[in-house]
């Protein structure tokens, strides 16, 4: 894309036509779980790179973390809450790969059922858009690589798909199922 276009792109948020970058995005994307299947690194690594490289990506990723994610509201270490059309199209810009990361705000949220809390980072709008532009990515290599009965985190697949996989797993004959927590079983002190 030239610089003349991507500067025609940018004219208005408003105005972008979003089925055609989630179109562009997911060619990309489709070429590299194909490249993934075959083995072929060398042209899933460079698709990946034209991928990260491209505005339609970028434009996906801050538009995901800016207006589709539910913590689109929560400010990071920098306060920015929601950002206006045009920091959208200036962080668009603004996305490097390899630039220092902001540190993450600390937040500590109850466990549910416990009084324990745990931590959460919340990291700034500019790294949450970096992460969803490298998730889109990897996601396409990582998913010609899983096994077809994994289901956790994966995307697509859910808590009905998996159980839908064990009944038809055990409907003909019985089998074992083992469920075990080891966390606590580990000992801290060594």
């Not at 025609?8 to 194909?34: A, F, P």
């Not at 993934?36 to 434009?59: E, H, N």
């Not at 995901?64 to 962080?91: I, Y």
Request: some cysteine; hydrophobic content about 35%.
């Amino acid at each position: 894309m030239s610089n003349t276009q991507s500067q025609q792109l940018m004219v208005e948020w408003h105005k972008i036509n979003w089925r055609k970058l989630e179109r562009n995005v997911y060619k990309l994307q489709k070429r590299i779980y194909q490249a993934s299947q075959r083995g072929d690194v060398k042209a899933f690594r460079k698709l990946q790179k034209t991928l990260m490289k491209s505005w339609s990506a970028r434009a996906l990723s801050v538009r995901r973390v800016t207006q589709d994610n539910q913590g689109k509201k929560t400010a990071g270490v920098d306060g920015q809450k929601s950002l206006t059309p045009k920091q959208r199209l200036d962080l668009i810009g603004s996305m490097k790969l390899g630039s220092k990361v902001s540190p993450t705000r600390r937040v500590w949220i109850p466990k549910p059922g416990t009084e324990e809390k745990r931590p959460l980072g919340i990291p700034t709008m500019k790294d949450r858009a970096l992460q969803a532009l490298v998730k889109l990515a990897l996601e396409p290599e990582w998913e010609a690589r899983f096994e077809p009965n994994s289901y956790g985190f994966r995307p697509g697949r859910s808590c009905l798909d998996a159980v839908e996989a064990i009944f038809s797993a055990i409907r003909l004959k019985p089998k074992f199922v083992l469920d075990a927590d080891i966390a606590k079983c580990v000992r801290r002190d060594c």
